[in-house]
T-cell receptor, first 117, second 113 residues
Framework: EAGVAQSPRYKIIEKRQSVAFWCNPI?????LYWYQQILGQGPKLLIQ????????DSQLPKDRFSAERLKGVDSTLKIQPAKLEDSAVYLC???????????????FGPGTRLTVL | AQSVAQPEDQVNVAEGNPLTVKCTYS??????LFWYVQYPNRGLQFLLK??????LVKGSYGFEAEFNKSQTSFHLKKPSALVSDSALYFC???????????FGSGTQLTVLP
């Protein structure tokens, strides 16, 4: 079974520029997550989708971050404009069951490492 | 709100020796507990989880963890460490009635040959 795919793997931008990340979850997985992992910290959930609907975006900085999962499959996360403190690894994960079923295992992609100069 | 503490940033162990990576948690109600491992330039990989039942949970690659409710701990263990076990380990927790995982800050495990 193919894993969670993410692109690009690395991105370097200057502050105030825009950037977008793409994620393709494991086929058939209903729930998709975006996490932010700052160096030296554990992943922090940004947003959680069930199919094409948002379940939880309480920790998403909505003034600059946006995400969508229009057809309930792949997803994009955008930052506009970027700040220095956005430098981090952005991880996408998916799980087969419905959102909120935390007995379910999350499967992570390799991440996108963003550097904001 | 839930929280996870991994008190050791770094753990060093000799190959063949037993290893322990510590995790304590704070959560309202019954916890769901997870261990993930992260290798360089790769995403997190699931190792094991405790949902309910037997306090000793066995997972991938010979790892196991013991849920201790009175001490609110979920330490990761392996009887005999391998050099290839060297990686960053994350503990995560969620209350059974919540939607999201909270991760600890991670413990870098180095197994010395």
């Amino acid at each position: 079974e193919a894993g969670v795919a993410q692109s690009p793997r690395y991105k370097i931008i200057e502050k105030r520029q825009s950037v977008a990340f793409w994620c393709n979850p494991i086929s058939g997985h209903a729930t998709l997550y975006w996490y932010q992992q700052i160096l030296g910290q554990g992943p922090k959930l940004l947003i959680q989708f069930q199919n094409n609907g948002v379940v939880d975006d309480s920790q998403l900085p909505k003034d600059r971050f946006s995400a969508e999962r229009l057809k309930g499959v792949d997803s994009t996360l955008k930052i506009q404009p970027a700040k220095l403190e956005d430098s981090a690894v952005y991880l996408c994960a998916s799980s087969p069951r419905l959102a909120g079923d935390l007995t379910d295992t999350q499967y992570f992609g390799p991440g996108t490492r963003l550097t904001v100069l | 709100a839930q929280s996870v503490a991994q008190p050791e940033d770094q753990v060093n162990v000799a190959e063949g020796n037993p290893l322990t990576v510590k995790c304590t948690y704070s959560v309202s109600g019954n916890p769901y507990l997870f261990w993930y491992v992260q290798y360089p330039n790769r995403g997190l990989q699931f190792l094991l989880k405790y949902i309910t039942g037997d306090n000793l949970v066995k997972g991938s690659y010979g790892f196991e963890a013991e849920f201790n409710k009175s001490q609110t701990s979920f330490h990761l263990k392996k009887p005999s460490a391998l050099v290839s076990d060297s990686a960053l380990y994350f503990c995560a927790v969620s209350p059974s009635n919540a939607r999201q995982l909270t991760f600890g800050s991670g413990t870098q495990l180095t197994v010395l040959p």
